[in-house]
């Protein structure tokens, strides 16, 4: 029986060590082959690897620890029946940490918890640092965790293979169950790598959420079309069909898929929209606040997307028209809401998915909400945006050194490379933010008189949608 175990955690803090010290077998994507996963010592990419365990055939995921590559951590969060969340023994929680408990409450799958490195610590300080974990994870939604300790430099990984074990064991009726129900469904698995392969057609290396897959059987593959399965394998031995949980290569009839993460399923588990109707939940370590029409990169399983948010104050009419004004979000309520896309996208019917801002500062989560697709928008679908007059924002100023100032404003709004203007007449621009309530800005003017400064800024009246 094949179980997948999710490895995540912060960069260097061993995830891929314990992966090796753990594996017999390494598939095409294991044990960090980017080349700048090699020169750096980091997880750049998603890497499967194997061993097995009594009846049990073991597959790690080994996500990357890395803030650019996050949406590949969502891609194999996604395909795992456990998760392994690495903890550097001397460093504790970081960034990537956090994001990794966000991502385990979300899936709510069973939990194990390693304090790695210990090699590098005294029996004291194991002591002092396993008491510091648990007391984290105990202020967490999480529900079913174990800490073990492991030294993946040394080898030392008794106590995680035992703990696998065990979970695999307590859940494998579980699991099956599952999975006997999820082979009724329409099939559908992730594919985290493809390449053409010169007179025998394109290889996608996947795994298989839902339904089965067998030879000559038609599937779709996201934003390429419709193709016919050729040959099968689960980590290189050939086999005629392939269920719910099982890694496996597809060989297909040759076809150009134009990225290197997608969806394979039946056609009926796809569909084509730009706008979508979903509901979703804020991030409870999300710091920032969100406004109508933001920015986010969406991650819909293996694929992340440029999209904008918009959400509805409360319960909203489909026949009628909906005014959305930017509200304050609480990580404890549920929205409503729409996401738009600048193109058309192919998308997985029902699909969850989580929203994403790359640029934040470390202390809060690059995660900022979750949720699933409701359906699609209809084609008619409108942004109206209507603009009042400018409104001249007086700056008070703080601090000035020579031709820099430093400056409060009495609004929140978004005003980097905004002109400062004084008798207008535009005598600077606005550089950056300065502490959570300050802008820095260059002036022209000389004299150290520093009133009379202002800027002016379009304000958005809320956006009105016809639905």
């Not at 094949?2 to 994507?29: C, E, F, P, W």
């Not at 650019?68 to 460093?91: H, K, N, P, Q, T």
């Not at 300790?149 to 099956?176: C, W």
């Not at 150290?448 to 009105?464: D, F, S």
Request: hydrophobic share 40%; with cysteine; charged share 25%.
């Amino acid at each position: 029986m094949n179980i997948s175990v999710g490895i995540m955690g912060h960069v260097d803090s061993g995830k891929t060590a314990l992966a090796r010290a753990l594996s017999t077998y390494q598939s095409t994507a294991g044990f960090d082959k980017h080349p700048e996963s090699q020169r750096r010592g980091i997880t750049l990419d998603v890497g499967f690897s194997k061993f097995d365990l009594d009846a049990f055939q073991i597959t790690l995921v080994d996500c990357p620890g890395h803030a650019a590559f996050i949406r590949s951590v969502l891609a194999g969060a996604g395909i795992v029946d456990f998760i392994v969340l690495v903890i550097d023994g001397e460093r504790l929680f970081q960034q990537q940490t956090y994001e990794s408990l966000v991502l385990m409450e979300l899936l709510n799958k069973p939990s194990i918890v390693v304090l790695n490195k210990t090699d590098l610590l005294t029996e004291e300080n194991i002591v002092k640092n396993l008491l510091v974990v648990n007391e984290t994870l105990k202020k967490t939604k999480l529900k079913h965790f174990q800490v073990v300790k492991a030294s993946a430099k040394n080898g030392l990984v008794v106590e995680l293979r035992d703990a696998i074990k065990t979970l695999s064991t307590e859940n494998q009726v579980k699991i099956t169950n599952k999975r006997a129900v999820l082979s009724e469904k329409p099939f559908m698995a992730h594919f985290d790598h493809q390449f053409q392969a010169q007179g025998v057609g394109t290889v996608l290396t996947s795994t298989v959420l839902q339904g089965k897959i067998k030879i000559n059987q038609k599937i779709s593959i996201q934003n390429a079309g419709e193709t016919t399965v050729k040959q099968l394998q689960v980590f290189k031995e050939d086999v005629q069909e392939a269920g719910p949980g099982d890694r496996v290569g597809i060989c297909v009839k040759q076809i150009q898929v134009p990225g290197e993460r997608g969806v394979l399923a039946d056609q009926a588990m796809l569909f084509s929209t730009q706008y979508l109707y979903v509901k979703f939940n804020l991030s409870k370590h999300y710091k920032n606040p969100i406004k109508q029409g933001a920015q986010f990169l969406i991650n819909f399983g293996a694929e992340s997307l440029g999209a904008k948010l918009f959400y509805f104050e409360g319960p909203h009419d489909g026949n009628e028209q909906v005014i959305m004004k930017s509200i304050v979000l609480s990580y404890k309520n549920e929205y409503s809401g729409l996401i738009t896309f600048e193109t058309k996208q192919e998308l997985v019917k029902d699909d969850k998915f989580i929203g994403l801002k790359l640029d934040v500062d470390k202390k809060s989560s690059r995660i900022a909400f979750s949720g699933c697709i409701l359906g699609s928008a209809p084609e008619n679908f409108q942004e109206h945006f209507a603009y009042q007059q400018n409104r001249k924002v007086e700056m008070d100023v703080v601090r000035r050194k020579e031709k820099e100032i430093v400056f409060k404003i009495p609004i929140q709004h978004e005003i980097e490379g905004f002109d400062i203007l004084k008798d207008n007449n535009v005598v600077g621009k606005v550089k950056t933010h300065f502490g959570q309530d300050k802008w820095k800005g260059d002036v022209t003017d000389e004299g150290e008189v520093n009133t009379g400064y202002y800027i002016q800024i379009a304000t958005l009246k809320p956006y009105v949608f016809s639905l």
